[in-house]
């Protein structure tokens, strides 16, 4: 069988970041079309992640992030574990839980791991173990950002999943996000623990890194733009969650812009930011020698060790 030639590889993977930069963008305004979206974000995992980490060790990624997810919510709808008490709506479900929850998972927590590769460091074999513990938990928080800005929309407005009990966060309890936090830890620690065993050796391809690296945090700057539409352009009533407790949904869209501006955007603008220094030049050390000489250069010879007055 004829290997793909790697700039054809580079060129899909850049043609699907585009793709799905657009799909972001039209799910804003077209109804239906997030699904696909997702679906499409999920070949972005699968083919990015081949190129950067292997085959085998994305599949270690997608296989863990479905069946991880996918017990720790079946479980807590089951016992209030970790998430607390809640239920879907709709068909369409894996046990209690409808099939796109595992691919968003997928497809937003692999960027949510791009960027803390970016901000902390990649996992490669025989990485730190400050790494490939560090890693997993940046990318957790960056993963439950998302969710804090998503989370009150999806469900105490559009009642895709209800919270059984209320919550303080405009429907939705703290223990939800805290649950967030541990899955997308948990299944991506199990990801940096293969890596750090199996993966690949560390590269020194820092231009094919780099655009390794903007295709992930700009497809997770991207992800936010739904929540500007929806502050923009979302008509404004009130809900009342299933403790009876009622809330103004411009409230609720404003506060997921806030949240979007100062978690999502920051974290972008962080990893961005880092990536823009790793490709400054740095400034040129000066040898002690040349240091010292340039230090004496203009002192009276008095100053100068070695000379008398």
């Known amino acids: 069988m004829t290997a793909v030639p790697r700039s054809?590889?580079?060129?899909?993977?850049?043609?699907?970041?585009?793709?799905?930069?657009?799909?972001?963008l039209l799910s804003a305004f077209v109804p239906g079309l997030t699904m696909l979206v997702i679906v499409v974000q999920v070949g972005f995992v699968f083919l990015h992640g081949a190129q950067r980490y292997g085959r085998r060790a994305i599949g270690v990624f997608v296989v863990g992030g479905l069946v991880i997810s996918n017990a720790l919510e079946n479980l807590s709808i089951q016992t209030g574990f970790p998430f607390g008490h809640y239920h879907y709506t709709g068909d369409g479900k894996i046990f209690q839980v409808p099939w796109f929850i595992g691919p968003a998972y997928l497809a937003t927590g692999y960027l949510a791991w791009i960027v803390a590769t970016v901000l902390l460091d990649d996992v490669r074999r025989n990485s730190s173990w400050l790494t490939t513990i560090g890693t997993p938990v940046v990318a957790a928080f960056a993963m439950t950002a998302w969710d804090l800005a998503m989370d009150p929309g999806f469900s105490t407005i559009e009642h895709h999943w209800v919270w059984e009990n209320g919550g303080g966060f405009f429907g939705v309890p703290l223990g939800n996000f805290l649950g967030w936090t541990f899955t997308v830890y948990l299944f991506m620690q199990v990801f940096a623990l293969y890596v750090r065993s199996r993966g690949p050796l560390p590269t020194a391809q820092p231009e094919s890194t780099t655009a390794s690296d903007l295709q992930g945090v700009l497809l997770y700057a991207a992800t936010t733009i739904s929540f500007f539409t929806d502050f923009l352009t979302?008509?404004?009533?009130?809900?009342?969650?299933?403790?009876?407790v009622t809330w103004r949904t411009a409230d609720i869209y404003e506060s997921s812009v806030l949240l979007t501006v100062y978690g999502m955007c920051f974290i972008a603008l962080l990893a961005l930011l880092r990536i823009a220094q790793r490709r400054t030049p740095s400034a040129t050390p000066v040898p002690a020698e040349s240091a010292a000489e340039s230090a004496a250069v203009g002192q009276p010879e008095s100053a100068v060790p070695g000379v008398r007055s």
């Open 8 to 24: 054809h590889k580079n060129t899909t993977v850049l043609c699907l970041t585009a793709v799905v930069l657009l799909g972001q």
């Open 234 to 244: 979302r008509r404004h009533t009130t809900v009342t969650d299933a403790a009876g």
